[in-house]
């Protein structure tokens, strides 16, 4: 069976409501995102952290954690291993070989931006950049963008890693414009549509504009 990401994917009478697996992919990304001290990146760590959010063991979650990351994260190139930590205990072969540990790829960390549980994702962002091989002058302007208008550009990331979950095209990666900019839903082209509108306003009806805007909180 081929991996298929789905930290979209929500039950099929409620369409509202995420599921577990979905939930658990996310919380994986979402640690690997912010959690810089390798041995609490490895999976039995993942495990507890999750487990300690949602006020659950983490041996009963455990199984899933080691599911999604051996059979969907890491075949999906989402996910690699980083390095290996000593064990000072455990079976001598065990002790040897050590403890693996995670980190995010380039992908990893596109995905990360599109996840709106993650707090502080401008230096993801950044990260991401930073490392990837992208056209300077787009990401520049997205990076701009981020600053005045987060929460849209982080809609942008949303639609296209949902995008590829939902299979309309088959790798995130090469990040590039024509893709990037081709995936818009409703509420985007609404949004481009008040910008392109706002910026031909004369004064007076931009100032009416904003008060409007204040007004709605």
Same mark, same amino acid.
Not at 1 to 8: D, N, P, V
């Given at each position: 069976?081929?991996?298929?990401?789905?930290?979209?994917d929500t039950f099929k009478t409620k369409k509202e409501e995420l599921t577990g697996e979905a939930i658990r992919q996310r919380a994986i990304i979402t640690s690997l995102a912010t959690e810089n001290n390798p041995?609490?990146?490895?999976?039995?760590?993942?495990?507890?952290?999750?487990?300690?959010?949602?006020?659950?063991?983490?041996?009963?979650?455990?199984?899933?954690?080691?599911?999604?990351?051996?059979?969907?994260?890491?075949?999906?190139?989402?996910?690699?291993?980083?390095?290996?930590?000593?064990?000072?205990?455990?079976?001598?072969?065990?002790?040897?070989?050590?403890?693996?540990?995670?980190? &995010?790829? @380039?992908?990893?960390? #596109?995905? /990360?931006?599109?996840?709106?549980?993650?707090?502080?994702? *401008? %230096?993801? +962002? =950044?990260?991401?950049?930073?490392?990837?091989?992208?056209?300077?002058?787009?990401?520049?302007?997205?990076?701009?963008?981020?600053?005045?208008?987060?929460?849209?550009?982080?809609?942008?990331?949303?639609?296209?890693?949902?995008?590829?979950?939902?299979?309309?095209?088959?790798?995130?990666?090469?990040?590039?414009?024509?893709?990037?900019?081709?995936?818009?839903?409703?509420?985007? &082209?609404? @949004?481009?549509?008040? #910008?392109? /509108?706002?910026?031909?306003?004369?004064?007076?009806?931009? *100032? %009416?504009? +904003? =008060?409007?805007?204040?007004?709605?909180?």
């Open positions: 069976m081929e991996a298929k990401l789905g930290i979209f041995s609490q990146r490895t999976r039995t760590a993942i495990a507890q952290r999750i487990a300690q959010e949602n006020g659950t063991v983490w041996k009963n979650i455990y199984s899933g954690i080691f599911r999604d990351l051996d059979e969907i994260l890491i075949p999906l190139n989402i996910v690699e291993e980083a390095g290996r930590l000593p064990l000072k205990r455990g079976p001598k072969a065990l002790q040897e070989k050590g403890i693996p540990f995670y980190q &995010l790829t @380039q992908r990893g960390l #596109l995905i /990360s931006v599109s996840l709106d549980e993650i707090i502080g994702r *401008e %230096k993801i +962002l =950044e990260r991401f950049f930073a490392e990837a091989k992208i056209d300077g002058g787009f990401a520049e302007q997205i990076q701009t963008m981020s600053k005045f208008a987060p929460r849209f550009v982080y809609s942008l990331f949303r639609n296209y890693v949902k995008a590829y979950c939902d299979g309309k095209f088959s790798d995130l990666m090469p990040f590039e414009r024509a893709k990037f900019m081709s995936i818009s839903d409703e509420a985007v &082209l609404i @949004q481009k549509e008040f #910008l392109e /509108s706002f910026i031909e306003m004369p004064k007076n009806d931009k *100032e %009416k504009t +904003l =008060e409007f805007l204040k007004e709605m909180g």
